[in-house]
DNA sequence: CCTGAAAATAGAACCGC
DNA sequence: GCGGTTCTATTTTCAGG
């Protein structure tokens, strides 16, 4: 195996991680460091797959997705449920889990009415168990 | 309020979704208009905190950071816990809930031993009840 | 990893609807 | 208000060392 992130990688992915869309230049500046220098670093943990993507952040409260819930379910219809997620437009996250549940997924609704409806729709794929989040308190920290 | 999110201002958020650091040229290819045109609407999507921002996601396998767990707690030290998460490089996520706990907690480790480690040091804030992901299937999607 | 050129992209000013 | 065109500045890319 073995890519080594050394500490100069760790400076530009910390500026990256909050800001993907910082010009190179800019980068290269911060870390001192020449333009190419600091492209192809970037290019290498791209290529590796340290980076694996970059994602533009919406506020959920002003496309009308405000409320973050967080469900526990527990499903003999997986393959069915999945599916349900995947169109579901108020799942955001689903994650296959040990324990008592199955699934826990996150879920933005409009409001707790909206929430209430969604709820209905999962009854019949098995128990579940939610909890509404009332401040998000920290979200995709990765490195501090 | 009244921000109103019209048909391309959609097409253009789901081509940034995923692809944060996209050329406003390429964006505006793709929806076939004019370059300051592009630009201009993503401004507006900016300046009225629509897009909050931008992040680059990083593999957490890659950086040692492959177990995904997820923690309810349930304590009577809050101020104490919040402060705990923030500077516990482990912690990515971190939500106060309704419901029996206090708290939902997401947190990256190597490995299975140092999530044990981790919930040690955990125990004195209160009881918690931990869910472990045997498969991230989806996760910070926004807009289908 | 750096410098210095050419190419591509982003930003600003202005025009038309 | 909205979008388009042109021009300029900045940024990225690609030589070569």
Do not use: W
């Not at 500490?7 to 992915?13: F, G, L, V, Y």
């Not at 990256?16 to 220098?37: D, F, G, W, Y």
């Not at 169109?87 to 689903?94: H, M, N, P, R, S």
């Amino acid at each position: 195996m073995g890519y080594v992130i050394d500490e100069i990688d760790q400076q530009i992915m910390r500026l990256l991680q909050h800001h993907a869309r910082m010009p190179i230049v800019q980068i290269s500046k911060e870390v001192n460091m020449s333009q190419p220098s600091v492209k192809e670093r970037i290019l290498k943990l791209e290529e590796n797959g340290v980076i694996s993507g970059y994602s533009t952040i919406y506020d959920l409260a002003k496309l009308n997705r405000g409320t973050t819930t967080f469900i526990l379910l527990k499903t003999e219809h997986c393959e069915e449920f999945v599916h349900f997620c995947e169109q579901a437009i108020e799942v955001t996250d689903l994650y296959r889990i040990s324990g008592e549940y199955n699934y826990l997924i996150k879920v933005q609704t409009a409001t707790i009415e909206e929430l209430a409806e969604f709820q209905d729709s999962l009854v019949k794929l098995g128990p579940s168990k939610s909890h509404i989040s009332m401040k998000n308190i920290m979200e995709h920290r990765v490195l501090l």
